[in-house]
Structures are given as structure tokens and as C-alpha cells.
């Protein structure tokens, strides 16, 4: 004890001092120095005031008070802000702003009244006829389907004119509606309706996703339906496609058997394609393209073993990925023709015309040859312009006049035998045209030309709708410039290969223009070309 005592003894004689001057510092001088402060804070304000002063700043509160530097944060500065004579200002109301109306399109009329009425499928052109018995392959042809249903119609009614066996074709429901169509709970107004009763009474089949897919997961849904029914191969078709067997064939394929056959239809060109491919000594094959992929076969394996479509790039651009990741892994890839196939964005008056049936004409809304042209005849050709501009017009009126009456003396004709190839042929191409006129700015309006199904299930606004899809569109190409660093499908051109997929760096600035914009969209990922 007496140790320790004389330890602390030198401790407390050293460092006494110093503590009890600490004390006298915070107790006694600390307090008149803060009023002092304070004092001479609110005299410096006081002046400010008085003189008008813009560079001191001024404090709001009118009670000033300086804030202890010792005192733990924030406990001068709630006082502030609660300061009750600050006004409270009301948040601004919210005003809903619609958007304008837009004309609508005139309703939806049957373009099929004879299958409506007659509750049984149309009769097949002869020389049409599928062949009996069926041929020893799996021929399945997958038409999606999420909007339009005429259009829908008339492609289905078109490959079974053409000869394509009806129990082979399978329209694919992609509409987001589980079973409404199946209960006959959507109108024909409806953009999503289907029907299917119709599609039955005609002899085909109708399979249903489990929810509305984009195009790359309908694609893999075919693939996965091909797993579970054992289809090796497959055919699938763009529902926005007229087809006929070309009854001219003799004229355009060269490479026809016609000492054993002179005349093919569409399936049975598109059967022999596929003994061909499967032949000996053939490349391994993924894809034979006719009229690229509105009518495609399908090797179901080859697609698997390269990975499937890609979900990822839901819409544009997932065929380019798709096609070019295949050519990468090694598979051939070819393309011919099969029949004649038309890519089209209306849909026919009468469909009934396609089965040749008399009284059935082949018409469509929007015909060139029938629209008005009184605004060109009104023209004087004296009016200051160009005498070789007025030639071509004249020359356009008279052929426009031709064309118009030759329609007209067509008309008893189908009223009494029904229509024939070359008219069909004819008109068929006027909707092709129309369809990409103006560089086909127009061409996927058929998408949005049903406005109708309000209060009915699982309805969608059409234009809020497409308006969701295109966002989709934009953001898929953004996903496909960035995984392979370019803006555009021309990739084998530059040389990419399938193992630069996330690896090269963007060849334009992001800070300028999105993936989806600029760059070679629009070029063909085979050639490179437009």
C-alpha cells in the first residue's frame, strides 16, 4: 500500500495542473466566450440589414442562435427547420392529359361467308389434292398466330388450295388469352380473336402457348413442340403470307422431274426438298429458306445444338442471330423456291376465290387498279411541267385503264367457273406490292387494324399494345448490336465470328446513337446487301 502511495503521489503532483486548468477552461471561460460570440454574430446581422448589404448572407430564422460546437449533430438545426412561421407549400395537383382519339379502322367484316354458312371444309382445286396415302415423312408447317385474324385465314386457306395436307398444318395461338377463344369469349373485333371452330371445320389443328411469347420464344416453343411429338423436321410459315402452287412451273424451274411428273404443288416440292437434304453425300443442314423465312424447313437438332434462338433479342435481329450462329457451327443453309409465296398485309374479300369457287372474285381493299385516279386526269399536262413527265402519266392512265377493264371482263367469268391461276397471280402480287410500297413503311399495319374487345378478357389497348412490342423491338436490337459490338446483321462481311459473341467493343459511339439506331440495319446477314 504504502508503494502505490508513493507512485500516485509524483503522478498527481505532474498532472494535476494540467487537469484543474481544463476544468477552469470549460467551466469559467468557456460560457462569456460564447455569449460574445453570439453577441457579435447578431450585430454583424443587424448591420447587414440595415445597410442593405447583398454579400453577407442572411440568416432566415429570426431567432439566431449559434450552434454549440461540443453539442452532438443536428440539434440546433431541427429548431430551424421546424420553425412554424415557414409557409407550407401544397404540392402542384396532377392533371390526367389523354391523348387525342384516333379514327379507328372500319370494323371487321367475314372474309369467308361460304365456310361460315356451309359448316364444312371448301373443295380443293384437283390438280391440288394432297396425295393419297400420305407421304412416308412428318410434314408438319407451324403458322403463329397473336393478331389479325382474316389475315390468319386466308394464309392457312391458301396452303390447303395449294395442296398442303389440312391435318398437317398447325396454327400455333400466341394471343395471351389462355382458353377465351376456345370458350368463343372474344368478338371478332377483338384483335386477339381466333376462331376456332373455323380453323376445325377447314381440318387443321390448333396448339395454344402457355402465355403470349415474343417471336425468338415462339421459335423455341416450336422447337420444344417438335421435341415432345418426335418431329425431326418441321416447316413454319409468317401467317402475313398468300400461297399458291405455281401451275407455271414448267416455265421457271429447271430442275424439275417432268418426265415423271409434270406438275408439282407447293408440298410436294417442299417434300421433295426435304428427301433431298436428307439425301446421301448432303452437308449437315439446319434451315432451307423459301423466299427466305416466310415458309422455312427446319432441322430440329441442328437448331438445339447451336443453342436455339437466343430470348434475349425477342423480335428484329433474333433471326439474324439465329441464322448466323447456325452458319457458324458449320450447317448449310439453302434456299429455293417451292411455289409461289407472297408477302402480303390484306387479306382478300372472299376467300373463298383461292378455292376457285364460282361467284368467289379475288378483291382486295386498297387495289391500285380500283383506286380513284380523277386527281391525275385533272392535271392539264400544259401545267408547267416536264412533256416527258406528262408522256408517263398518260402512259400510266391508259395502263391503268387496261387494267381496269380487264377486271371488269373478268367478272362473269369467275361469276360462272370461279377464278383462275393467272388472275390470282395477278392480284396477288398487286398486295404485294401495296404492301411494300414506299419501301414498306406501311407494311405491318395489318397488326393494329382490329380496335375492338373492350371489356372482354384479358383485353389489351391495340395501340398501347404495339406500342409495347416496338419498345421491344428497339431494345433487342440493342442486345444484338452489343453482343456483337455492330449495328447491323452484315457480320460475316467483317470478318465476327461466333466466339466474338460479348467480347468486342461497340465499333460506334453509345454516347451518339442507341445499338438500334444507324449503323447497316436493313442488310441481309447472307450477302450483306440490302
Given at each position: 500500500?504504502?508503494?502505490?502511495?508513493?507512485?500516485?503521489l509524483?503522478?498527481?503532483?505532474?498532472?494535476?495542473?494540467?487537469?484543474?486548468?481544463?476544468?477552469?477552461?470549460?467551466?469559467?471561460?468557456r460560457?462569456?466566450?460564447?455569449?460574445?460570440?453570439?453577441?457579435?454574430?447578431?450585430?454583424?446581422?443587424?448591420?447587414s440589414?440595415?445597410?442593405?448589404?447583398?454579400?453577407?448572407?442572411v440568416?432566415?430564422?429570426?431567432?439566431?442562435?449559434?450552434?454549440?460546437?461540443?453539442?452532438?449533430?443536428?440539434?440546433?438545426?431541427?429548431a430551424r427547420?421546424?420553425n412554424?412561421?415557414?409557409?407550407i407549400?401544397?404540392?402542384e395537383?396532377?392533371?390526367?392529359?389523354?391523348?387525342?382519339t384516333?379514327?379507328p379502322?372500319?370494323?371487321?367484316?367475314d372474309?369467308f361467308?361460304?365456310?361460315?354458312?356451309?359448316?364444312?371444309?371448301?373443295?380443293?382445286?384437283?390438280?391440288?389434292?394432297?396425295?393419297i396415302?400420305?407421304?412416308?415423312?412428318?410434314?408438319?408447317?407451324?403458322?403463329g398466330f397473336?393478331?389479325?385474324?382474316p389475315?390468319?385465314?386466308?394464309?392457312?386457306?391458301?396452303y390447303?388450295?395449294?395442296?398442303?395436307?389440312?391435318?398437317?398444318?398447325?396454327?400455333?395461338?400466341?394471343?395471351g388469352?389462355?382458353?377465351?377463344?376456345?370458350?368463343h369469349?372474344?368478338?371478332?373485333?377483338?384483335?386477339?380473336?381466333?376462331?376456332?371452330t373455323a380453323?376445325?371445320?377447314?381440318?387443321?389443328?390448333?396448339?395454344?402457348?402457355?402465355?403470349l411469347?415474343s417471336?425468338s420464344?415462339?421459335q423455341n416453343?416450336?422447337?420444344?413442340?417438335?421435341l415432345?411429338?418426335?418431329?425431326?423436321?418441321?416447316?413454319?410459315?409468317?401467317?402475313d403470307?398468300l400461297v399458291?402452287?405455281?401451275?407455271?412451273?414448267?416455265k421457271n424451274?429447271r430442275?424439275?422431274d417432268?418426265?415423271h411428273?409434270?406438275?408439282?404443288?407447293?408440298y410436294?416440292?417442299?417434300?421433295?426438298?426435304?428427301?433431298?437434304?436428307?439425301?446421301?453425300?448432303?452437308?449437315?443442314?439446319?434451315?432451307h429458306?423459301?423466299?427466305?423465312?416466310?415458309?422455312?424447313?427446319v432441322?430440329?437438332?441442328a437448331?438445339?445444338?447451336?443453342g436455339?434462338?437466343?430470348?434475349q433479342?425477342?423480335?428484329y435481329?433474333?433471326?439474324?442471330d439465329?441464322y448466323?450462329?447456325?452458319?457458324?457451327?458449320?450447317?448449310w443453309?439453302?434456299?429455293?423456291?417451292?411455289?409461289l409465296?407472297?408477302?402480303?398485309n390484306?387479306?382478300l374479300?372472299?376467300v373463298?376465290?383461292l378455292?376457285?369457287m364460282?361467284?368467289?372474285?379475288a378483291?382486295?381493299?386498297?387495289?391500285?387498279?380500283?383506286?380513284d385516279?380523277?386527281?391525275?386526269?385533272?392535271?392539264?399536262?400544259?401545267?408547267?411541267?416536264?412533256p416527258?413527265?406528262?408522256?408517263?402519266?398518260?402512259?400510266?392512265q391508259?395502263?391503268?385503264?387496261a387494267?381496269l377493264q380487264?377486271?371488269?371482263?373478268?367478272r362473269?367469268?369467275?361469276?360462272?367457273?370461279?377464278?383462275?391461276f393467272?388472275?390470282?397471280?395477278?392480284?396477288?402480287?398487286?398486295?404485294?406490292?401495296?404492301?411494300?410500297?414506299?419501301r414498306g413503311?406501311?407494311?405491318?399495319?395489318?397488326?393494329?387494324?382490329?380496335?375492338?374487345?373492350?371489356?372482354?378478357?384479358?383485353?389489351?389497348?391495340p395501340e398501347?399494345?404495339?406500342?409495347?412490342?416496338?419498345?421491344l423491338?428497339e431494345?433487342?436490337?440493342?442486345?444484338?448490336?452489343?453482343?456483337?459490338?455492330h449495328?447491323g446483321?452484315?457480320?460475316?462481311?467483317?470478318?465476327?465470328?461466333?466466339?466474338d459473341?460479348?467480347?468486342?467493343?461497340?465499333?460506334?459511339?453509345?454516347?451518339?446513337?442507341?445499338g438500334s439506331?444507324?449503323?447497316?440495319?436493313?442488310?441481309?446477314w447472307?450477302?450483306?446487301?440490302?
Amino acid at each position: 500500500m504504502r508503494t502505490v502511495s508513493n507512485r500516485l503521489l509524483p503522478l498527481l503532483a505532474r498532472y494535476g495542473s494540467v487537469l484543474l486548468a481544463a476544468l477552469l477552461v470549460y467551466y469559467v471561460i468557456r460560457e462569456p466566450v460564447s455569449v460574445a460570440i453570439g453577441g457579435l454574430s447578431s450585430s454583424l446581422k443587424l448591420a447587414s440589414l440595415s445597410n442593405g448589404e447583398d454579400d453577407i448572407p442572411v440568416v432566415a430564422d429570426e431567432d439566431v442562435r449559434v450552434e454549440d460546437p461540443l453539442a452532438p449533430v443536428g440539434v440546433g438545426q431541427d429548431a430551424r427547420n421546424s420553425n412554424p412561421q415557414t409557409p407550407i407549400e401544397e404540392p402542384e395537383k396532377y392533371v390526367k392529359k389523354y391523348k387525342p382519339t384516333k379514327e379507328p379502322y372500319p370494323p371487321i367484316e367475314d372474309h369467308f361467308l361460304w365456310l361460315t354458312h356451309s359448316n364444312a371444309p371448301p373443295p380443293v382445286p384437283e390438280n391440288n389434292l394432297p396425295p393419297i396415302p400420305h407421304v412416308d415423312e412428318l410434314t408438319p408447317l407451324l403458322i403463329g398466330f397473336t393478331r389479325n385474324w382474316p389475315l390468319l385465314l386466308q394464309c392457312v386457306s391458301s396452303y390447303i388450295a395449294a395442296g398442303w395436307p389440312p391435318e398437317d398444318i398447325y396454327v400455333v395461338e400466341n394471343t395471351g388469352t389462355f382458353r377465351s377463344n376456345r370458350q368463343h369469349d372474344l368478338s371478332l373485333q377483338n384483335p386477339f380473336f381466333l376462331n376456332h371452330t373455323a380453323l376445325h371445320i377447314l381440318g387443321v389443328n390448333v396448339i395454344a402457348t402457355p402465355t403470349l411469347l415474343s417471336f425468338s420464344q415462339l421459335q423455341n416453343f416450336y422447337l420444344s413442340t417438335a421435341l415432345q411429338r418426335e418431329w425431326p423436321f418441321f416447316y413454319w410459315s409468317h401467317q402475313d403470307v398468300l400461297v399458291l402452287s405455281d401451275e407455271d412451273v414448267r416455265k421457271n424451274d429447271r430442275d424439275h422431274d417432268w418426265d415423271h411428273d409434270p406438275y408439282a404443288t407447293i408440298y410436294e416440292r417442299a417434300v421433295g426438298l426435304l428427301r433431298y437434304l436428307n439425301g446421301p453425300d448432303m452437308p449437315p443442314w439446319a434451315t432451307h429458306f423459301f423466299a427466305y423465312d416466310s415458309l422455312a424447313l427446319v432441322n430440329r437438332d441442328a437448331y438445339l445444338d447451336a443453342g436455339a434462338w437466343d430470348t434475349q433479342i425477342p423480335y428484329y435481329a433474333s433471326d439474324c442471330d439465329m441464322y448466323l450462329r447456325l452458319h457458324w457451327a458449320g450447317y448449310w443453309q439453302p434456299q429455293s423456291e417451292a411455289g409461289l409465296i407472297f408477302d402480303v398485309n390484306v387479306a382478300l374479300d372472299d376467300v373463298a376465290a383461292l378455292f376457285r369457287m364460282p361467284g368467289a372474285h379475288a378483291s382486295f381493299k386498297g387495289d391500285p387498279v380500283f383506286v380513284d385516279q380523277q386527281p391525275n386526269q385533272q392535271q392539264s399536262p400544259n401545267a408547267g411541267q416536264d412533256p416527258s413527265q406528262s408522256q408517263e402519266r398518260d402512259q400510266e392512265q391508259e395502263h391503268h385503264e387496261a387494267e381496269l377493264q380487264r377486271e371488269e371482263e373478268m367478272r362473269p367469268w369467275v361469276d360462272g367457273h370461279g377464278e383462275t391461276f393467272a388472275h390470282l397471280v395477278e392480284v396477288a402480287g398487286r398486295m404485294h406490292d401495296l404492301k411494300w410500297r414506299d419501301r414498306g413503311v406501311r407494311r405491318n399495319t395489318w397488326q393494329g387494324r382490329q380496335t375492338g374487345g373492350l371489356g372482354e378478357p384479358f383485353h389489351r389497348d391495340p395501340e398501347g399494345f404495339a406500342a409495347g412490342v416496338e419498345a421491344l423491338i428497339e431494345a433487342g436490337r440493342r442486345v444484338f448490336a452489343d453482343k456483337w459490338g455492330h449495328r447491323g446483321c452484315d457480320l460475316l462481311e467483317l470478318g465476327i465470328e461466333s466466339k466474338d459473341a460479348w467480347r468486342l467493343e461497340r465499333d460506334w459511339d453509345i454516347r451518339e446513337s442507341p445499338g438500334s439506331e444507324g449503323g447497316n440495319w436493313g442488310r441481309d446477314w447472307m450477302t450483306g446487301s440490302e
